[in-house]
């Protein structure tokens, strides 16, 4: 259809570009219920190649989702049961801390011989302008407003992930349920004429973004398990069980997240066991550890996975952690799988036809 009349096409274009802001704000208002959705689905995409392998081995479907599931949330229980006591055990200690030591040296008034005796290497005068500095600093209302401010701004911030953990879970377990007929869904609004071929490319995407979610899992195990081996019974480093889970979450998160986890682990051993030769220990096994799995572990199991070229999971991880945190460095490699997968069944096909 033809418009002569210059004011209706403007008045046309005008309402496209308010639609157009309308559904812009839409979405930037709901990007937070978007995310747990795609994380979701990925998820589920995730855990449908174990579900597959469970049913070929006359696994009831049900049952194999069960089992999946249990897996997923013992992994979940596994971290909170592992954080708790180490939190508690930390808190008991400052608490301890503060009353055997602190609060009888500010009684006494001894505080800054008791320091200086600690540090003898501290000079008194020193110690003594540090304490009125802090003693200042605590005592303006402003920055103690500001103190509160930030503690509540963590709480809420701890509050909203495990709510937003919750939620993913739960999304999870509804859409690796009914993961079949809601592809069947979809399936069926692409016309008959087409229909074959997008099922044919869109086996292939799932396939993959699952068999990339299991090899990064298997990544993840065996940094895990490794780590609390290592941690447990050869340098013996207190609280390995919880170092192991930061291990384990660490190597879900590509290229970054083994080295983001070691260093996290390593400055946990110099706070459980203080500098010395368990702290060197540890520092040199994950060195060791992360060109192993770099050039040998990932490698073997990403090339049965993703056929994706090394500089293109750089890119795409980079990309996709800028635009979504955590959660687009996960899903960039697959969907740079997926776009790969289209130019090559469907982009190259038809310019040859050209």
């Not at 855990?47 to 979940?76: C, M, N, Y």
């Not at 990339?212 to 081996?229: D, E, H, R, T």
């Not at 941690?231 to 384990?248: D, K, M």
Request: charged letters at 10%; proline letters at 4%; zero cysteines.
């Amino acid at each position: 259809m033809k418009i002569q009349n210059p004011f209706r096409l403007g008045l046309l274009a005008g309402l496209g570009v308010l639609v157009a802001i309308v559904i812009g704000g839409a979405v930037g208002s709901l990007a937070t219920i978007i995310t747990y959705i795609g994380a979701a689905i990925f998820l589920a995409l995730g855990l449908d190649p174990l579900i597959t392998w469970l049913e070929k081995r006359k696994v009831k479907r049900p049952i194999a989702i069960l089992i999946a599931l249990i897996g997923v949330l013992g992994v979940f229980a596994g971290l909170v049961l592992s954080i708790i006591p180490v939190l508690v055990k930390q808190i008991t200690n400052v608490v301890k801390l503060v009353t055997e030591n602190v609060v009888p040296s500010v009684t006494n008034g001894t505080i800054v011989e008791d320091i200086a005796t600690t540090l003898p290497w501290a000079d008194k005068a020193t110690i003594q302008t540090i304490i009125d500095q802090v003693g200042a600093f605590f005592s303006d209302p402003d920055n103690l407003a500001k103190i509160s401010k930030g503690v509540l701004d963590v709480g809420v911030g701890v509050a909203t992930g495990t709510f937003g953990a919750i939620i993913v879970v739960i999304l999870m377990i509804y859409f690796v349920a009914s993961l079949a007929s809601l592809k069947r869904g979809v399936y069926r609004l692409v016309p008959a004429s087409k229909r074959e071929g997008f099922i044919d490319l869109a086996e292939q995407i799932t396939a993959s973004v699952g068999r990339y979610v299991m090899g990064q899992i298997g990544l993840a195990l065996i940094n895990g398990i490794l780590s609390f081996v290592v941690l447990t019974f050869i340098f013996q480093v207190e609280n390995s069980a919880l170092l192991a889970f930061i291990a384990f979450l660490g190597s879900l998160i590509p290229l970054v997240g083994t080295l983001s986890a070691s260093v996290l682990i390593i400055l946990a051993t110099l706070l459980f066991e203080g500098a010395g030769w368990q702290l060197i220990a540890v520092a040199i096994y994950y060195v060791i550890y992360m060109q192993v799995e770099a050039y040998v572990i990932n490698p073997r199991i990403m090339a049965s996975a993703v056929q994706v070229p090394g500089v293109v999971v750089v890119i795409a991880a980079l990309v996709g952690g800028t635009l979504l945190g955590v959660l687009g460095a996960l899903i960039a490699i697959p969907v740079a799988a997926a776009i790969q997968l289209i130019m090559k069944d469907v982009i190259i096909p038809r310019q040859n036809e050209l």
